[in-house]
């Protein structure tokens, strides 16, 4: 706390000196077992300045249970809290990795995090239900929620000893987040609108071949040279030809966006909130039909007359 800290922070790691304690058996770790010989850990914490608080029952297998609590309490003000992982060790080149890949996430998506690896989360219901993940893409999990509609926080937690990792990844795993960032990419960019993507790629493909077929063509009609066996036209006809199936692709999935368009929503409604003056849907819709009856009884009498 003199430092600056937060104060629920400082509340935190005195609790975790007595979980981390085997010795002492009132909580933590070295908590007394239940009747199946399982030891299940209790916490909650209150963040007293925003009245906020967070609480888990029967953790099995977890040293910290304050940390989680803490990572519950975001849910206060979120609908998917994830953990920071603070302050974080690792060599050189493991920060430098760890920069460079969030650096890529926030120049494709446009959001900012700074520790998508960590595997502490706490979300509500509806954040699963809404989603649809498939693959690696549980890593990209925030990326996703904050693109739908939904409150994504970062909580610092302290890192375990145990998740410290210098050695380095087989070229495999980088070959696989490179294409796992370019499929968030066009997730994120590009789902609702196919034709900005395909169709800004195809569009230059086929303006590159068409500049290079003109440039043939005038070097064949002005200064005779022969076309036979030049690879540069070969090269062109595929560019031009390459760049219209592109952008009738992007034409074709505008097209099913179109027809689905009633099924994609991207928003989340949290609340309906009602006033006590507002007439509900039950009773305003019979007095829609009473005053539409009633005003076809005016006009028949009218013509009658």
């Given at each position: 706390?003199?430092?600056?800290?937060?104060?629920?922070?400082?509340?935190?790691?005195?609790?975790?000196?007595?979980?981390?304690?085997?010795?002492?058996?009132?909580?933590?770790?070295?908590?007394?077992?239940?009747?199946?010989?399982?030891?299940?850990?209790?916490a909650s914490c209150m963040h007293g300045p925003s009245k906020r608080a967070g609480a888990v029952a029967a953790l099995e297998g977890i040293k910290t249970p304050s940390e989680v609590a803490k990572?519950?309490?975001?849910?206060?003000?979120?609908?998917?809290?994830?953990?920071?992982?603070?302050?974080?060790?690792?060599?050189?080149?493991?920060?430098?990795?760890?920069?460079?890949?969030?650096?890529?996430?926030?120049?494709?998506?446009?959001?900012?995090?700074?520790?998508?690896?960590?595997?502490?989360?706490?979300?509500?219901?509806?954040?699963?239900?809404?989603?649809?993940?498939?693959?690696?893409?549980?890593?990209?999990?925030?990326?996703?929620?904050?693109?739908?509609?939904?409150?994504?926080?970062?909580?610092?937690?302290?890192?375990?000893?145990?998740?410290?990792?210098d050695r380095g990844y087989p070229v495999r795993d980088y070959v696989h987040r490179v294409l796992d960032i370019f499929t968030v990419f066009f997730l994120v960019r590009f789902t609702k609108k196919?034709?900005?993507?395909?169709?800004?790629?195809?569009?230059?493909?086929?303006?590159?071949?068409?500049?290079?077929?003109?440039?043939?063509?005038?070097?064949?009609?002005?200064?005779?040279?022969?076309?036979?066996?030049?690879?540069?036209?070969?090269?062109?006809?595929?560019?031009?030809?390459?760049?219209?199936?592109?952008?009738?692709?992007?034409?074709?999935?505008?097209?099913?966006?179109?027809?689905?368009?009633?099924?994609?929503?991207?928003?989340?409604?949290?609340?309906?909130?009602?006033?006590?003056?507002?007439?509900?849907?039950?009773?305003?819709?019979?007095?829609?039909?009473?005053?539409?009856?009633?005003?076809?009884?005016?006009?028949?009498?009218?013509?009658?007359?």
């Amino acid at each position: 706390m003199l430092q600056g800290s937060d104060t629920l922070d400082a509340a935190v790691e005195g609790v975790k000196i007595q979980e981390l304690d085997p010795s002492d058996n009132s909580v933590g770790y070295g908590g007394l077992p239940n009747e199946d010989g399982v030891v299940q850990l209790d916490a909650s914490c209150m963040h007293g300045p925003s009245k906020r608080a967070g609480a888990v029952a029967a953790l099995e297998g977890i040293k910290t249970p304050s940390e989680v609590a803490k990572l519950v309490l975001g849910l206060a003000s979120s609908d998917l809290a994830i953990g920071r992982r603070w302050p974080r060790v690792g060599s050189r080149f493991e920060v430098l990795r760890r920069n460079a890949f969030h650096r890529m996430i926030a120049s494709v998506t446009g959001q900012a995090f700074h520790d998508l690896g960590c595997g502490a989360r706490a979300m509500r219901r509806r954040v699963l239900e809404e989603i649809s993940l498939y693959g690696d893409q549980h890593r990209f999990l925030p990326v996703l929620a904050n693109r739908q509609g939904f409150r994504v926080v970062e909580v610092d937690l302290r890192q375990s000893p145990r998740d410290r990792y210098d050695r380095g990844y087989p070229v495999r795993d980088y070959v696989h987040r490179v294409l796992d960032i370019f499929t968030v990419f066009f997730l994120v960019r590009f789902t609702k609108k196919p034709l900005r993507f395909f169709g800004m790629v195809g569009a230059s493909t086929f303006v590159i071949g068409a500049v290079l077929v003109a440039w043939l063509a005038i070097d064949r009609l002005v200064f005779l040279h022969p076309l036979a066996d030049r690879p540069a036209l070969l090269l062109s006809s595929l560019l031009v030809v390459l760049g219209m199936q592109l952008f009738a692709l992007g034409l074709l999935g505008e097209l099913i966006i179109f027809t689905h368009a009633r099924d994609i929503k991207d928003y989340q409604i949290e609340a309906v909130i009602r006033y006590p003056h507002e007439p509900s849907m039950e009773t305003s819709v019979p007095a829609t039909v009473a005053m539409a009856e009633e005003h076809e009884r005016d006009a028949a009498h009218t013509h009658a007359i």
